[in-house]
């Protein structure tokens, strides 16, 4: 499991965006990079614009190795279709994104937490892995001793975001079910994703 010991909001003024469109981002008030001299103007390269896109979709998924960030790059394009639609697809199905997805927990970083210490179950089965890859069907269940923790409470009651149309939940059982693989449109990522930016920088 990654562990992030810096400031987890110190992305967001690196790449210059609210990455979970949280009110508490520092970014909201000083939207330039840290340091001495962080408001100057820089001109990017090609390269540096690609892996701008890499940083900002593995940091919005909590900041994932990236050994298991290009482990999903090359199973992506292993697969038919579309590379980027698969990829994202990908991404949405690690447990610690849909654990995020259906609002039993406010962050990604906690939903990765909640999953490691065992709150989670996956069709009636504990699961503690947070890239555990969720199947269309599957049933995810907030274990019943686990129901009441203040963070499970907070998020369900947040109006920050919504549980997207991919997936149905029922907060009176605790439990959620993925319905479909979903497109990169339909993801409510709160900045412009680039994924296919993603794809020709690991492609070179």
Known sequence: ?????????????????????????????????????????????????????????????????????????????????????????????????????????????????FISHGHVSVNGRRVTIPSFRVRVGDEIEVRERSRNLGLVLEAMDSPERDVPDYFEVDYNKMVGRMLRIPQLAEIPYPVQMEPNLVIEYYSR
């Open 1 to 113: 499991m990654t562990k992030r010991v810096r400031s987890k909001y110190k992305i967001n003024r690196r790449l210059r965006v609210n990455l979970w469109g949280r009110p508490k981002s520092p970014v909201n008030k000083r939207d330039y990079p840290p340091g001495e001299h962080g408001q100057r103007r820089r001109k990017v390269s090609d390269f540096g614009t690609q892996l701008q896109a890499k940083q900002k979709l593995r940091g919005y998924y909590g900041n994932i190795t990236e050994k298991q960030f290009r482990r999903l790059y090359h199973e992506a394009v292993r697969r038919r279709g579309d590379t980027v639609e698969n990829l994202v697809g990908l991404l949405e199905q690690r447990l610690d994104a849909v654990v995020y997805r259906l609002k039993f927990v406010p962050t990604v970083f906690a939903a990765r937490q």
